[in-house]
């Protein structure tokens, strides 16, 4: 197994995850919201060799997306990783578990689109993964409110924070959320596929 990157105890890092097929502006974006709104030292994008939920026909190889997220967060605050690749995990929930083994002493966040929050129970063991790490949900359009409707929303509306209190969620033991408050960005992955035919 490659080495992991070594982090110092006590940072604070947001965890995205996503296949990032293609990577865009608006993961840059929302990861900079997150980064302001919730006080982290640093993002690492998680490059998924292949998400469970999605398909694998038009999944450009995993070299080429990783690839394409280094050129894209040049210049910010974003480790473009593929440590499930290295790790050997498939479902998030998993992820998180061998990365908080890994690096007890750092504050994970992880990051969620709107949109991915309304489908959550879709994932696998879902309800383990805010159980584990402490959650923001980034604003998307079209899913902003059906998120804080959803049925994830629902089991752990006792745990939410104002979007005011975001600076406190790294330090929370979970199961703590957000909503966070910004702009939407309407970027889409599907949208610059279908545009560039790849």
Known sequence: MR?????????RIGLLGGSFNPAHEGHVHLSEMARRALRLDEIWWLVSPQNPLKPVQGMRPLNE????????AKGHPIRV?????VLGTRYTVDTIEALQARYRGVRFVWLMGADNMAGLPRWSRWRGIVARIPVAVYPRPGHTLKARLALAASVWRG??????????LAAMPPPALVFLAGREHPASATAIRARTGR
């Open 3 to 11: 080495r992991l990157p070594a982090v110092p105890a006590g940072r």
């Open 65 to 72: 997306r990783l690839a394409g997220a280094r050129a894209m």
């Open 81 to 85: 990783s593929d440590l499930e690749r």
């Open 159 to 168: 745990h939410c924070l104002d979007p005011e209190d975001a600076a406190l």
